[in-house]
């Protein structure tokens, strides 16, 4: 199967289960394909494989993109 047929079948798919394959994706082959900032040191790096683990115990922890958006828009004056 080529990798166009498998966008092709992904396409149908649930917006979670295709974001779940590209991370999967990304775990598994992002650094075998120099997807990792070069320009980044290894305590950069290190920072943010902690963030990300914090962020995947704690999932609603965070501010959602929405909100952090509508609150620079009404700090800044943004439309």
Same mark, same amino acid.
């Given at each position: 199967?080529?990798?166009?047929?498998?966008?092709e079948?992904?396409?149908?798919?649930?917006?979670? !289960?295709?974001?779940?394959?590209?991370?999967?994706? *990304?775990? !598994?082959?992002?650094?075998?394909?120099?997807?990792?900032?070069?320009?980044?040191?290894? !305590?950069?790096?290190?920072?943010l494989?902690?963030?990300?683990?914090?962020?995947?115990?704690?999932?609603?922890?965070?501010?959602? *993109? !929405?909100?952090?958006?509508a609150?620079?828009?009404?700090?800044?004056? *943004?439309?």
């Amino acid at each position: 199967m080529s990798g166009m047929e498998i966008i092709e079948q992904m396409r149908g798919l649930p917006t979670e !289960e295709k974001r779940g394959i590209v991370e999967q994706i *990304w775990k !598994e082959f992002g650094g075998e394909l120099g997807w990792i900032d070069p320009d980044l040191t290894p !305590e950069q790096i290190t920072e943010l494989d902690r963030r990300l683990a914090d962020f995947e115990k704690n999932p609603h922890d965070g501010i959602p *993109w !929405e909100q952090v958006q509508a609150d620079l828009r009404k700090k800044y004056g *943004w439309k």
